[in-house]
């Protein structure tokens, strides 16, 4: 069973302050993103679309929550590189400061085999989405060479909202709108009822399991 999201005191730069992660996604979905340092290419080009996609996020009520193993004094010039890279008028999400890994260690980020100068581990390319119930949804760990793609995000949250309330699952490669299939969990007359548009895919095996749905509104 999914268990809370740990919800720590933590310090982040952007006139959040001290704030816990809990209070600040409140009544609705978070995601909580981690970068492995500041000033560093792939990061930079990372938060930079984070910010241009906020707005998709803010309409599907995801508050956004970054991490990186730097202090905030280090936050604040770094955000004048991601600005200026973005084309942006500002960063509107908090980046919250680890320098001492605390956090990246309790929420098991860390990279091995990426280090820092001072051959201390870099933390890897983590995304942590948090349903309204504070309860992790999905995890992805990318290694710090390889940068996000947050269209994936958007889809991952689209399909983690609608089968939520929904009896029905995503196939692969599903985009919001697209067919989805129903629970194998809804039986005969229940799935006729709520799918009156369902159709039965034939497979070999002659079991009626492929049943797909128009997406439910």
Not at 32 to 37: C, E, G, I, K, Y
Not at 188 to 207: D, Q
Request: glycine fraction near 8%; proline fraction near 7%.
């Amino acid at each position: 069973a999914a268990t809370l999201f740990p919800s720590s005191g933590i310090n982040a730069e952007y006139g959040a302050g001290t704030l816990k992660l809990h209070e600040y996604f409140g009544d609705g979905w978070g995601i909580f993103f981690t970068h492995p340092a500041d000033y560093t290419p792939v990061c930079t080009t990372e938060l930079s679309m984070v910010e241009k996609m906020t707005p998709e996020f803010t309409k599907r009520n995801v508050k956004l929550i970054a991490l990186s193993c730097n202090s905030v004094d280090d936050h604040k010039g770094w955000s004048k590189d991601i600005m200026a890279h973005g084309d942006l008028e500002g960063v509107s999400f908090p980046i919250i400061e680890d320098p001492g890994r605390e956090l990246a260690v309790k929420y098991g980020m860390l990279d091995p085999d990426e280090k820092d100068k001072a051959g201390l581990p870099l933390t890897a390319r983590a995304v942590f989405i948090v349903g309204p119930d504070k309860k992790l949804k999905l995890s992805i760990l990318y290694p710090a060479t390889t940068g996000r793609n947050f269209d994936e995000l958007l889809r991952v949250v689209d399909s983690l909202q609608l089968t939520a309330y929904k009896k029905v699952a995503t196939p692969a490669n599903w985009q919001s709108g697209g067919d989805c299939m129903v629970l194998p969990s809804v039986k005969g007359a229940e799935a006729a009822t709520l799918f009156p548009s369902m159709r039965i895919e034939s497979v070999p095996s002659g079991r009626e399991y492929m049943r797909f749905t128009p997406q439910p509104q």
